[in-house]
T-cell receptor, first 114, second 112 residues
Framework: DAGITQSPRHKVTETGTPVTLRCHQT?????MYWYRQDPGHGLRLIHY???????DKGEVSDGYSVSRSKTEDFLLTLESATSSQTSVYFC?????????????FGEGSRLTVL | DAKTTQPNSMESNEEEPVHLPCNHS???????IHWYRQLPSQGPEYVIH???SNVNNRMASLAIAEDRKSSTLILHRATLRDAAVYYC?????????????FGQGTRLTINP
């Protein structure tokens, strides 16, 4: 257990509204990730961070932004939510760029955009 | 990024061994083979990883082909709690950022 907390765990919102999901970790891991999971697509990487204020895009980054102002927090923001962003979002962390570092996942945040 | 290919689904019986295959024909010399699994309504969890040699841990064993173009995750005695989606992933040792790319995985069903 890497002490990963995602909030909120469930959210229902309307199209066009901003949404922020928070990932909080207590293990001082350097790397943090946001994935989304949809039926038939498995897990797809949205954005990741390799340090405070250091972030990069994943394979499905359009419509999402991230911020990391502290080691322990990685925020995912949907500036204007759309129905296509209805999904389950997972945060993950890992210690560093080593081949043996396992990835620890949060329990997920289920977002529904009406 | 090198890709992996897994069967969409597999089925086995409780207390029997399960062999989950994964093909990764474009694997590079710096790629480690990692396996994760996702239980229903949970986030993925780490199972095992390896480079060239077979690996064992308390959860499973990993058998890696000599040419490293395929691998097999072995659950020695499946239980109902092993029913999950299993993901085979290649992880580059050289890249600074840890960009794991998950495929669709294999959905394992365990029959009582």
């Amino acid at each position: 257990d890497a002490g990963i907390t995602q909030s909120p765990r469930h959210k229902v919102t309307e199209t066009g509204t901003p949404v922020t999901l928070r990932c909080h970790q207590t293990e001082n891991h350097r790397y943090m990730y946001w994935y989304r999971q949809d039926p038939g697509h498995g897990l797809r990487l949205i954005h990741y961070s390799y340090g405070v204020k250091d972030t990069d895009k994943g394979e499905v980054s359009d419509g999402y932004s991230v911020s990391r102002s502290k080691t322990e927090d990685f925020l995912l923001t949907l500036e204007s939510a759309t129905s296509s962003q209805t999904s389950v979002y997972f945060c993950a962390t890992t210690q560093g760029p080593t081949n043996t570092g396992e990835l620890f996942f949060g329990e997920g945040s289920r977002l529904t955009v009406l | 990024d090198a890709k992996t290919t897994q069967p969409n689904s597999m089925e086995s019986n409780e207390e029997e061994p399960v062999h989950l295959p994964c093909n990764h024909s474009t694997i590079s010399g710096t790629d480690y083979i990692h396996w994760y699994r996702q239980l229903p309504s949970q986030g993925p969890e780490y199972v095992i990883h390896g480079l060239t040699s077979n690996v064992n841990n308390r959860m499973a064993s990993l058998a890696i082909a000599e040419d490293r173009k395929s691998s097999t995750l072995i659950l020695h005695r499946a239980t109902l709690r092993d029913a999950a989606v299993y993901y085979c992933i290649l992880r580059d040792r050289v890249q600074g950022a840890q960009k794991l790319v998950f495929g669709q995985g294999t959905r394992l069903t365990i029959n009582p």
